[in-house]
């Protein structure tokens, strides 16, 4: 019991480490609006790695991916969204 709770606050003192070093960071580079998304994104990879140990350093490139992918089709269904509403819009003044 004492060899676990010493692991769990090595553990716990490291995942708070890392997640307040994802906060420093990008307040730094002057982004302080994804501070929230930079330390759940840390923490999300170091449990998922926990969860799968096996090519763990393979997490945070997959985590890039599904950003990258997510923004993507984001920006796919605005451009479609803007052309079927563009010729609902009428400019002011127009019959």
Known sequence: ????????ALCLAYLAFLVGLSFLVTAVIGRPENEIIGGVTTAVVMVVAELSPHDAWRQPILRLADTAIGVAVALL????????VRPLIRPPGSP
């Open 1 to 8: 019991m004492a060899a676990t709770l010493v692991s769990y």
């Open 77 to 84: 269904a605005a451009c479609l969204g803007l052309r079927a």
